[in-house]
């Protein structure tokens, strides 16, 4: 029998993990049972669908049994089982989702976010086997098959017997060294605590013979030793369980083996609710995003049990699309079992359910903040995008339950404040949320426009993010205090007094503003300003798009040709100006390569490209060699 390999990143994977980077080997155990429940989970499922598969409930269960003489640990289910093609495609690829870095010479840290990202899932048994047999029966099959394979070099797949459907995991347990003591894997009192320890909570059976000392005669202090099967959980999963009862520790231990995390989450959740609708629910947020959080393979939804059946996964329908990242499992007996999943999302009672959980979690987000703001900073770096997406997606009818929960950077106290914070320190006569954006806020704090508002003592939001603008133009205005961007053309700041000199000089110098603006095509308007203090040049905007925004649109990849109305400012203070209103009188030529280049240099601030850069560089030098 030829030997398959694993493909290439998985056999990486798998060298990382037998050489046990992950200090914490007992959790293989956990993974185990995990799967064997999936797999009884996914089994009566199965069974209320399709009337050929008949299950009885009280035989499902996992089993464990050792052998020290021949140091073998079996893990076994009777569950859904797997064909020979998901032998091979569940077993012989450990990262589904393909491409991640490797490195060489990675840290300790890399290498366990590696592991910890994919899931250690069924391979963490290699930590502790030299040899792992996998023998399954798929429900939908008559035949058996037996997957075997002694590490990263491969492993085969030959047919089998197997009485009825279901599999069994027979590890070879290492033999202990120096460093580490396999054998406690092989020993009775170690194996029911591990149970005890990650997989109180799974809600079948964990059986396993057991020794018990039985008392035979008092007085010689005799005792008889008996073997029975015993059941090494309490079977109440962890989310029917009072909170009371219910250590952090072990939410989280729930949480990282259910989920795939390897680190604790960052909150975490739990209700039970009575009333119209009763159901209790485990929800979490986890403390970093998912690896492929912002792709399209997410998935959002939480696991959702009814009468203690698996129904479903990931009900997305559970979760409005701006709380996606939150992870869990909501139970509930109001839902027929036999419900299709066409029909479930039509549920009354799933929609109450979702509104409900909604809601908890804003609450649960809104104390965070209100308590706990460090935490909550830190949750809102993670996720923040998520909400401000949420403000004005779905024609923004979100936002008034959103716009309280996000963040921005404030040019006064240089970190992150909410919008409700920005207006209680609004100054008197002030009307107007001033906000500026581009890619960073050292790129920010440097715009010629920031200036001259922060030169008024009035604060600026900083926007950073390519969904920010889009978000605070669907909310429009906050408490009814409109928002402007410092860069839009209509900013109005100054006096009267000094609005009519830049009128004044505006209409003196009318015919040289339009030749600038018929020598640069991408402009509405080209006019003298006052707004800018030491800078000579800035690009400003007129109605809804601004430069930020036209940079979303052009990053897009239909492009839909939606570009900002840009207005060239130049400073009337700055000695440019009278140079060229000389060069206008006395050299066009000249005068018009000026124009060019300070509408480059405008570009460049706004961080917007030069399409002609060799032109506008040989421009520069021409002006410079005279
Ligand atoms: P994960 O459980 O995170 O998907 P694993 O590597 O632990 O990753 O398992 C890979 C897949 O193999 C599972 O998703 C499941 O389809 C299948 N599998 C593992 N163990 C069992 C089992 N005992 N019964 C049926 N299928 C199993």
């Not at 030793?225 to 109440?236: A, F, H, P, R, Y």
């Not at 072990?250 to 989920?259: C, I, L, Q, S, W």
């Not at 009763?278 to 403390?287: G, H």
């Not at 110098?509 to 080209?526: A, P, R």
Request: hydrophobic share 35%; proline share 2%.
């Amino acid at each position: 029998m030829a030997k398959k390999q694993f493909q290439s990143e998985s056999k990486r994977l798998l060298d990382l993990m037998i050489n046990s980077i992950y200090t914490n080997k007992d959790i293989f155990l956990r993974e185990l049972i995990s799967n064997a429940s999936d797999a009884l989970d996914k089994l009566s499922y199965r069974s209320l669908t399709d009337k050929k598969i008949k299950v009885k409930k009280d035989d499902l269960a996992i089993q464990l049994s050792f052998d020290k003489e021949n140091r073998t640990l079996k893990v076994i289910d009777n569950g859904c089982g797997m064909t020979k093609e998901e032998l091979e495609d569940n077993l012989g690829t450990i990262a589904k989702s393909g491409s991640f870095n490797f490195k060489e010479n990675m840290s300790k840290e890399e290498k366990s976010s590696i592991i910890g990202q994919f899931g250690v899932g069924f391979y963490s048994a290699f930590m502790v086997s030299d040899k792992i047999s996998v023998l399954s029966r798929s429900i939908d099959e008559e035949d058996a098959n037996l997957w075997e394979s002694e590490g990263a070099d491969g492993y085969t797949i030959t047919p089998a017997e197997k009485k009825s459907c279901g599999t069994e995991i027979t590890l070879h347990i290492k033999e202990d060294n120096d460093e580490f003591q396999y054998s406690k894997y092989l020993d009775e009192y170690e194996l029911k605590s591990l149970v005890k320890k990650y997989s109180d909570y799974i809600r079948f059976p964990i059986k396993m013979e057991c020794t018990h000392h039985e008392l035979k005669d008092e007085e010689k202090h005799e005792y008889k030793d008996s073997k029975e099967v015993e059941t090494l959980n309490s079977m109440i999963p962890i989310w029917k369980k009072k909170q009371k009862d219910v250590k952090e520790e072990d939410y989280e231990n729930f949480y990282m083996d259910k989920f795939n995390d390897y680190d604790k989450p960052l909150k975490v959740i739990p209700s039970s609710v009575e009333g119209m609708i009763s159901y209790q629910s485990l929800l979490f947020i986890p403390s970093h995003a998912p690896y492929d959080y912002y792709t399209q393979e997410y998935e959002k939804g939480l696991a959702l049990y009814s009468h203690g059946v698996l129904i479903m996964e990931k009900c997305a329908d559970l979760l409005p699309d701006y709380f996606s990242f939150v992870k869990g499992v909501v139970d509930t007996e109001d839902l027929s079992l036999n419900i299709s999943r066409e029909l479930l999302q039509e549920s009354q009672s799933l929609k109450l359910i979702a509104k409900n959980i909604e809601g908890k979690i804003r609450k649960e987000l809104e104390s965070m903040l209100k308590e706990n703001r460090e935490e909550y900073i830190s949750f809102f770096k993670t996720f923040g995008v998520q909400l401000k997406y949420g403000v004005y997606n779905n024609f923004a009818q979100d936002k008034d339950k959103l716009k309280d929960l996000i963040m921005f950077y404030s040019a006064k106290h240089e970190k992150l404040i909410t919008i409700g914070e920005y207006v209680q320190e609004m100054k008197e006569g002030q009307d107007t949320i001033y906000y500026a954006s581009g890619a960073s806020i050292a790129k920010i704090s440097s715009l010629p426009q920031v200036e001259q508002v922060r030169d008024k003592d009035y604060d600026i939001l900083y926007l950073t993010d390519y969904v920010d603008e889009f978000c605070i133009t669907a909310l429009q205005e906050y408490d009814g205090k409109k928002f402007a961007n410092v860069s839009d053309g209509g900013l109005d700041l100054e006096s009267e007094e000094e609005k009519e000199e830049t009128k004044k000089v505006n209409e003196d110098n009318s015919s040289l503003l339009k030749e600038m603006c018929d020598e640069i095509k991408e402009v509405k308007e080209v006019r003298f300003s006052n707004k800018l203090k030491t800078h000579p040049v800035c690009l400003t905007t007129k109605g809804d798009v601004s430069i930020e925004m036209q940079k979303v649109f052009d990053a897009m990849p239909n492009q839909m040709g939606i570009k900002a109305e840009m207005i060239l400012e130049i400073n009337e203070k700055h000695p440019i100006s009278q140079k060229l209103k000389e060069l206008y009188k006395e050299d066009k030529e000249e005068f018009l390569k000026y124009t060019r280049i300070l509408y480059s240099e405008a570009q460049i601030i706004a961080g917007l490209p030069i399409e002609n850069p060799t032109e506008i560089s040989k421009l520069i030098c021409d002006v410079l060699s005279k």
